[in-house]
């Protein structure tokens, strides 16, 4: 027979080491993205630190997890430095909940690799349930918002203040209205997660007479690939031969930039802040009965939202997203102004409701009538005629 292993009864700042150093190489070999493994790093080691880098892991038990989840949600959030910002002190269940999938994910490495007996999350306590709503700014826009958003993508930047009087003319070196319309109709059309764009390469986009599809790298290596409408591949188009050669072609010795899609007006291949930056550019320009702060995530909704308004499956909408649950895409789902009353107005028995008053020696035939469901329209038509999607 063999023998069962060894236990290996390391630190938990040793422990968090070696841990921490097969997250970099899953991240190398594409399983893991950068933003998830610094979020790993990030939470391991404030774990680390909340019970003591100095103990022995195996002696870690559920008591002292729940008690470091009491003292991390407690404790200040570091991505605010103006504490007003915020809406409560500490951090939020749902980063809570976050903190707590990274511990979760090293102690099940750790039961693996025998530096503990048994996980000592089976005893922890559960995750508590978000009841905060999102952000307004992370919330779907309605269709016609996302189209003021678009429009507004491909305006010229406004001039920049001078202390002269009027403005200064912005320069034409960083006219970026191509790259901004593309970035902005991407989002809105297909939904990508912001660091999928940044890191999409000129390769990844096969580019036909008859077809431009898209390979995108998603979370845990996984690929799906999407084609793009017409309007949206003669977008694509437009920016590659007229504007990103010429950005390009300022840093010709970066193999990074020469690969990358979208290039700053420096010739870098742009990172997720600079999408959020242009963004929030693109929204200063809309008019303002539809302008609201909105981020990459919210385009994200809107996507999800709106194709499922106008009827088309979950299921094919959370492969376009990249979901692997439709539970997931459940959550993406945002409310639509109007939605209720519209649904409840088409209602295939709702028109019987507003028939006149029979007569008593009328009654029985009315009752045959309401009775006889066998010409009541089928609900899969029922986002044809809806009130608001015209």
């Known amino acids: 027979m063999v023998a069962p292993p060894r236990l290996n009864r390391l630190t938990v700042a040793a422990a968090a080491d070696r841990y921490l150093a097969s997250v970099q190489v899953e991240s190398v070999r594409g399983v893991l993205s950068p933003a998830t493994a610094r979020s790993y790093e990030r939470d391991v080691r404030e774990f680390a630190a909340l019970v003591g880098g100095g103990r022995v892991l195996d002696d870690v038990t559920g008591e002292d997890v729940d008690d470091a989840l009491v003292r991390y949600q407690a404790s200040p959030d ?4 103006d504490p007003g910002r915020k809406g409560a002190p500490g951090r939020s269940v749902a980063t809570v909940n976050r903190f707590r999938q990274s511990v979760s994910r090293f102690f099940t490495h750790a039961a693996r ?4 007996q048994a996980d000592p999350m089976q005893w922890a306590a559960p995750p508590a349930r978000s009841r905060d709503r999102l952000r307004v700014e992370r919330t779907a826009l309605s269709a016609s918002a996302a189209g003021a958003l678009l429009q507004a ?3 010229p930047d406004r001039p920049a203040p001078s202390s002269g009087a009027g403005g200064r003319a912005a320069r034409s070196d960083q006219a970026l209205a191509l790259r901004d319309r593309l970035v902005v109709a991407l989002l809105l059309v297909l939904g990508p997660r912001v660091s999928e764009l940044a890191r999409a390469d000129v390769a990844d986009f096969t580019r036909e007479p008859e077809e431009t599809r898209w390979r995108i790298v998603g979370k845990g290596g996984s690929i799906r690939t999407v084609a793009l409408s017409a309007p949206l591949a003669t977008a694509l188009e437009e920016y590659l031969h007229e504007l990103r050669p010429r950005l390009a072609a300022r840093r010709p010795d970066d193999p990074d930039a020469q690969r990358a899609l979208l290039l700053t007006w420096r010739g870098r291949r742009v990172d997720t802040q600079a999408v959020r930056a242009l963004l929030a550019r693109a929204v200063e320009r809309m008019p303002a009965p539809y302008r609201r702060p909105a981020t990459p995530h919210a385009l994200r ?3 999800a939202t709106l194709l499922v308004a106008e009827g088309w499956d979950v299921k094919v909408v959370a492969e376009l997203l990249g979901h692997r649950s439709i539970a997931t895409t459940g959550v993406y789902l945002d409310r639509i102004e109007g939605e209720l009353a519209a649904a409840i107005r088409s209602h295939p028995l709702s028109m019987g409701l507003a ?7 009328e009654a029985p035939e009315t009752e045959a009538a309401v009775g006889d469901i066998t010409d009541v329209p089928d609900s899969s038509a029922r986002g044809a005629d809806a009130p608001w999607l015209r």
């Open 355 to 361: 028939a006149p008053t029979t007569t008593a020696a």
């Open 301 to 303: 909704h809107t996507t």
């Open 113 to 116: 690799q025998c530096w503990v």
């Open 153 to 155: 993508s491909a305006a």
């Open 78 to 81: 570091g991505r605010y430095s």
